[in-house]
Each structure stands twice: as structure tokens, then as C-alpha cells.
């Protein structure tokens, strides 16, 4: 199994920026996806970006379109975590950020993630 932490979350003003950190351990594959979800309460959850890693190597990142020109997703294998680099942060960024893993590539549905981290929350004043 995969056990996952997320790390960096906290209070900014709108058009701060955050670095969030997952940090991965127990995997077992080379082949897999990683992916930041957001939610607030009585709300879906919502894909935010994925990172796809081939043999271990080569990886693709995938944005969601509210995310993309502001969100940065990367991972560092050698320290077994994965980044979300948010800048320009809206009020409407406000959420609990979710880490989670897969086997095999990306997608945008939470159902096809078989591990997920606890949350750490996010909050963008106005």
C-alpha cells in the first residue's frame, strides 16, 4: 500500500502563493500517477492536477483548466514527494488540498485513486 502526507497548506492573502508537499512512502510500482484534489464542505471533490511517471522516469502533468498558468504540479523522486506550486491564489482556491496515488496514468475521477493523504487546508483572503 501507499501511505501519503500532505504538508504546507495555511492563511495567504489573494495573489500569495503556497507550496504544497506530498510525501510518499510504500510504493511498490514504476508505473504510476499522482494527483491534488481539492474540497470544501458539502462540496465535490475536484481535480486540481496529476503527474504521470513511466518506468520510474519520465512523467506528464495535467492541469485542471481553473489551475492552469497558476498551479504547478512536480515530483522529486529521489525525496519520494510530490509539489503543488500554487501562485496567484484566488478567494475561490480556498479548500482542503488532497494528495493521492494510483496505479497506471492520470485521470480526473476520484473513485479511480486508491490512496489519499488527510488534507491540509488552504485559505486565500480577500
Known amino acids: 500500500q501507499v501511505q501519503l502526507v500532505e504538508s504546507g497548506g495555511g492563511l495567504v492573502q489573494a495573489g500569495g502563493s503556497l507550496r504544497l508537499s506530498c510525501a510518499a512512502s510504500g510504493r511498490t510500482f514504476s508505473s504510476y500517477s499522482m494527483g491534488w484534489f481539492r474540497q470544501t464542505p458539502g462540496k465535490e471533490r475536484d481535480f486540481v492536477a496529476a503527474i504521470s511517471w513511466i518506468g520510474g522516469t519520465s512523467y506528464y502533468s495535467y492541469y485542471g483548466d481553473s489551475m492552469k498558468g497558476r498551479f504547478t504540479i512536480s515530483g522529486d523522486n529521489a525525496k519520494d514527494t510530490v509539489y503543488l506550486q500554487m501562485n496567484n491564489l484566488k478567494p475561490e482556491d480556498t479548500a482542503v488540498y488532497y494528495c493521492?496515488?494510483?496505479?497506471?496514468?492520470?485521470?480526473?475521477?476520484?473513485?479511480?485513486?486508491?490512496?489519499w493523504g488527510r488534507g491540509t487546508q488552504v485559505t486565500v483572503s480577500s
Open positions: 493521492a496515488a494510483k496505479f497506471g496514468g492520470w485521470n480526473t475521477r476520484t473513485n479511480e485513486y486508491a490512496y
